[in-house]
């Protein structure tokens, strides 16, 4: 016996890097550090355990000036852009599951709750974090529509605004967090591995 518990299929998961969950689109924009799970999704929706029971429930508590949880934007957005502690207060597995249920897959802020961003990646999602004046530069193009590309392997986002400006911002993410988000989440990346 060898004690070789090498994966069988390790060559084949070395080879696939399709992304599991599509990444980029309209952008929503929260002007406001400190939004917190209860805000993403109400204490009261926590007993549901699908996640698709939670999906008209994002946002519902956010009160932001000119902002409607039922509105437009926030049923086209594919992205979030906010600003510092994204996130925060009680920690809960269903703020992510949300978002995710609602097919936004990309948050963009100055900082997160650790609990809350590692639950966007477990679930395969992105929590990218950037310097306050990336933020900055960025919210300078919220007047207008605007839309995010993602360049998963350039570790790029490209901003463009419906009236032709852009923004275009670089980031970074762990190793193991960028496996999670290739993976689709935790579990399909321990279920590949292990």
Known sequence: MTGNCKNPRENELKEER????????????????????????????????????????????????GFDPKGEKMQQAKVIVTRANFGCGSSREHAPWVLEVNDITLVVAEGYARIFRQNMFNCGM?????????????????????????DFAGKTLAFSAADGRKETVTFTLTEFDAALVESGGWVEFADARY
């Open 18 to 65: 399709v992304m599991k969950k599509e990444f980029g689109g309209p952008v929503l924009f929260l002007d406001r550090s400190d939004i917190n799970t209860d805000e993403i999704i109400p204490a009261k929706y926590l007993t549901e355990v699908e996640k698709a029971a939670l999906k008209p429930y994002v946002l519902e508590d956010l009160t932001l000036p």
């Open 126 to 150: 992105m929590a990218v974090e950037l310097p306050a004046g990336e933020i900055e530069k960025i919210f300078k193009l919220a007047d207008a529509d605007v839309t995010c590309a993602v």
